[in-house]
Structure formats: C-alpha cells, structure tokens
C-alpha cells in the first residue's frame, strides 16, 4: 500500500504494537504485579534501532529532537 | 488570535478497553481505509513511572496534508508531522492525549487534547472528551492564510473525529468479543 511501501520498520513495528497491546490489556490496566514495568524490551530496542537509522538524516529527525 | 472547539463521545464500553481500542487505532494503518489521512504513526518514547505507575507515551503522527500548492512549496510536501503525548494512569482510570503540530508550528499552533474517563454515570461506559485549540501567530502579512487554514483543520477535525469514532467503536466491538471468548 502507499503508505507503509518502503516502510523497512514495519515488522519490527508490528512485533512491538503487538507486544505492547498483550501487555497493556492484561497486565498493565489490570495492575498485575509487575504492572509498573513494561516487558517488551526486545521488541522496543529493535524497533527503536530501526527507527533511529530509517529517521538518520531526514528533515523529521531535527524536528523529533 | 485563539480558536477552540469541544466535542464529547460516550462509548458504552469500559475504560480498559477503550483505552486499549485507542493505542490499535493507529496500528495497521494499512487495513484501516477510514484512516488513509494517517500516512504513519510511530512511537518514540515510552516509560511507566516506577513510583506511580503512569504510562507515559510520545508518538510521531505524520498526517497526508492535502492544500493548496502554494502552501505545499512553504512546507516543502504535503506531509504534517505532529507530536502526540499520552499519561495512562492505571490506578486512577484516567488517559489524557495532547498532540501539536510540529510541522509550521512557528506560524500556526493546533493543538488536541483529549481526556478518556470511566462515565460519572456509569462505571461500565467511557466519557471522551476532545478539545482543538488553534493559535495563530500575528504576521499581518500571513493573517488571512492563518484563518483559511484555522478553518480547514476545524472542517478536518470533524470530519477525522467521526471517522476515528467509527474505527473505535469496530474496534472495542472486536475486544469485547475477544473478551467474551475467553481470548485475553
């Protein structure tokens, strides 16, 4: 599709939303112990890898900062 | 010069869900048509703060800014990145979401908060509240582009508004289904 063609980070995304939404719904807003610490940090370092590299150099990377 | 419109939705669905339908609203965009003005969404940072339990988020929002071409050539494309901030806090049941543009942001400021509540009367619904706040900066010389897009994003934000309710309720249609199977 037109937007996520050309998208390399889309899986690494996707792993980590999906993470992220098991983890939100049935521990987080649940308060199971340990509700205060996320546990998808695998998943986040490889997204936020990708991420980083994809932004390196475009107009967007001196606007995030 | 300060603009602002409010608009209230109660979703007959609990906090917990709701809340969860919001973070899936800007996942797969690719399979969600109503949304096609949502070229991409990442998330940024994230932290839960250890002492109080607050899930804090921050999220680049790239939105397709259709206008006129002269205002293509001052931005450069026609793509507006924003800036979206959330606090979850899980104890009290409360999610507030400001999002500004950074995109033209030293001419013209729009701004949405949203605040997502259990129902004062009803425990079993959510209250969600949204507010545009637009400030425009004083260049005389750049004052009436400032009201036609002032009220361009006023026109989109309704419009967007309605398609974002549409996904929300699929949305906690479908986890209350989930639910109801003993999924999660």
Redesign the interface.
Known sequence: ?R??SG?P?KAA??A??RC???W???T????MEP????DCGAE?EE?QAC?TKRLEGT??EQ??K | MVRGYKQEHVYKHPWDRVTAATWRKYQDLDNKPQLSHVLSVDTIARRVDGATGVLESTRLVSVNAPCPWWLQRIIGDRVCHCIERSSVDAAAQTMQIVTRNVTLKDFVEVEEKCWCSPHPQNPDWTLFRQEMNIRCSTLSALASLAEKIEQRCIEKFQQNSAKGRQVMEQLCAFLEKESSLGGS
Request: glycine share 0%; aromatic share 26%; proline share 0%.
């Open positions: 599709s937007r996520s998208d980070c995304r996707s980590y939303d992220f939404n098991r939100y719904l049935e987080y807003v649940k308060k509700w205060k610490k996320e986040w997204y991420f107009k967007i606007l995030v």
